[in-house]
């Protein structure tokens, strides 16, 4: 029903910032929340953050409170994770997911971006 498509990744030096967007189409689009994960090759998934759609309250992992944002534009079903301060073990593959008020779990998950950061 929901198809996430992510951009916005690419290699950017360490201290540097990027922007990644999760934008969302389909005939029904109810979000609960819209989450953020990445995963590095050999290490396990790991949660970014997400936001609660409707209030626009977000929660991080504690390995980027204060270095990332997580924000929304609903006009345009949109998601945003804005980096700051990237260090190279941010270096990952990155996943937006949505979940909708009908479901307990993400349910619909972007194709992913690499994100890399050098030293």
């Known amino acids: 029903q929901v198809q996430l498509v992510e951009s916005g990744g690419g290699l950017v030096q360490a201290g540097g910032s990027l922007r990644l967007s999760c934008a969302a189409s389909g005939r029904t689009f109810s979000p609960y929340d819209m989450g953020w994960f990445r995963q590095a090759p050999g290490k396990e998934r790991e949660f970014v953050g997400h936001i609660i759609w409707s209030s626009g309250k977000t929660y991080y992992g504690a390995s980027v409170t204060g270095r990332f944002t997580i924000s929304r534009d609903s006009a345009k079903n949109t998601g945003y994770l804005q980096m700051n301060s990237l260090k190279p073990e941010d270096t990952a593959v990155y996943y937006c997911?949505?979940?909708?008020?009908?479901?307990?779990?993400?349910?619909?998950w972007g194709q992913g971006t690499q994100v890399t950061v050098s030293s």
């Open positions: 997911a949505y979940r909708a008020y009908a479901s307990n779990a993400f349910g619909s």
